[in-house]
């Protein structure tokens, strides 16, 4: 079992429609988790961080964990042509260093 | 405020030949970080920094060795390339090595092994 598990899409979703991410981890006692964004050909952008149990609200875009599930997700509302790219999910294992795992990635395609 | 710098940011060697990648950042961050990215795999650890002077093996260090010159420069080397070893490289860094860091990454050297 992969650490960080992400469906590898294609996700595609119609312009203004909710985009949902879903993304599992294998370490329970992970601390940290994040989402980042990359374009086709460029470098990973965070766009968002959650360490908390529930919802966390940034704009069109909604990180939401569940710890007991070791599930997190990432929301998109409104969707643009202009988010279409992979997202990666990132999690800080609780190994007492700095290891981070990263997802394959899950890409989404916005269709104007 | 230029971030994580990475050079070259292509190159293309010969199996065998050896080189450096270069990586630096200007936000006075504790830790750094090499990854390597190919296509359904996602990004994997090479090797990090949490501070300098000390450097830990991530995920996949065999073939690589880093150098953590001061707090701004931290180098990946290849000794000896070997054709598995083309990839996209990114080099990132972070505040500190803390659990709830974020990292901030540079655009990236795409390496190809003839």
């Known amino acids: 079992q992969k650490e960080v598990e992400q469906n590898s899409g294609p996700l595609s979703v119609p312009e203004g429609a909710i985009a949902s991410l879903n993304c599992t981890y294998s370490?329970?006692?992970?601390?940290?988790f994040f989402w980042y964004r990359q374009y086709s050909g460029k470098s990973p952008e965070l766009i968002m961080s959650?360490?908390?149990?529930g919802d966390k609200e940034d704009g069109r875009f909604t990180a939401q964990l569940n710890k007991a599930s070791q599930y997190v997700s990432l929301l998109i509302r409104d969707s643009q042509p202009s988010d279409s790219a992979t997202y990666l999910c990132?999690?800080?294992?609780?190994?007492?260093?700095?290891?981070?795992?990263f997802g394959a990635g899950t890409r989404l395609f916005v269709k104007a | 405020n230029a971030g994580v710098t990475q050079t070259p940011k292509f190159q293309v060697l010969k199996t065998g030949q050896s080189m450096t990648l270069q990586c630096a950042q200007d936000?006075?961050?504790?830790?750094m970080y090499w990854y390597r990215q190919d296509p359904g795999m996602g990004l994997r650890l090479i090797y990090y920094?949490?501070?300098?002077?000390?450097?830990d093996k991530g995920e996949v260090p065999n073939g690589y060795n880093v150098s953590r010159l001061n707090k701004r420069e931290f180098s990946l080397r290849l000794e000896s390339a070997a054709p598995s070893q083309t990839s996209v490289y990114f080099c990132?860094?972070?505040?500190?090595?803390?659990?709830?860091?974020?990292?901030?990454f540079g655009d990236g050297t795409r390496l190809s092994i003839l």
């Open positions: 990132a860094s972070s505040e500190a090595g803390g659990s709830h860091q974020p990292q901030h």
């Open positions: 370490d329970r006692g992970s601390q940290s």
């Open positions: 959650i360490y908390s149990n």
């Open positions: 990132a999690v800080n294992l609780n190994t007492g260093g700095f290891k981070t795992i």
């Open positions: 936000m006075n961050h504790n830790s």
């Open positions: 920094s949490a501070s300098e002077g000390t450097t």
